[in-house]
């Protein structure tokens, strides 16, 4: 499955580059904080099941998968 990224979701930046770090963040607790379509901020909220996040543009995403 290949997602279209433009952003890294966890610090806001572009795509390319070294995430690495990012990456490994986001794989084990953090919920991400930027979208990675525009990277606007969004709206995370911690949930009992996960955590959810919105872009005001983009939607809704969740750790459920
Ligand atoms: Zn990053
Ligand atoms: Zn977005």
Redesign the pocket.
């Given at each position: 499955m290949t997602v279209e990224v433009a952003y890294?979701?966890?610090?806001?930046?572009s795509?390319e580059?070294d995430?690495e770090?990012?990456?490994r963040r986001l794989t084990v607790i953090d919920p991400p904080r930027y979208c990675a379509e525009c990277a606007r901020r969004m709206v995370v909220q911690v949930t009992p099941a996960g955590w959810s996040a919105k872009c005001s543009r983009h939607g809704e995403i969740t750790s459920a998968r």
């Amino acid at each position: 499955m290949t997602v279209e990224v433009a952003y890294c979701s966890y610090c806001g930046k572009s795509a390319e580059g070294d995430h690495e770090a990012c990456a490994r963040r986001l794989t084990v607790i953090d919920p991400p904080r930027y979208c990675a379509e525009c990277a606007r901020r969004m709206v995370v909220q911690v949930t009992p099941a996960g955590w959810s996040a919105k872009c005001s543009r983009h939607g809704e995403i969740t750790s459920a998968r």
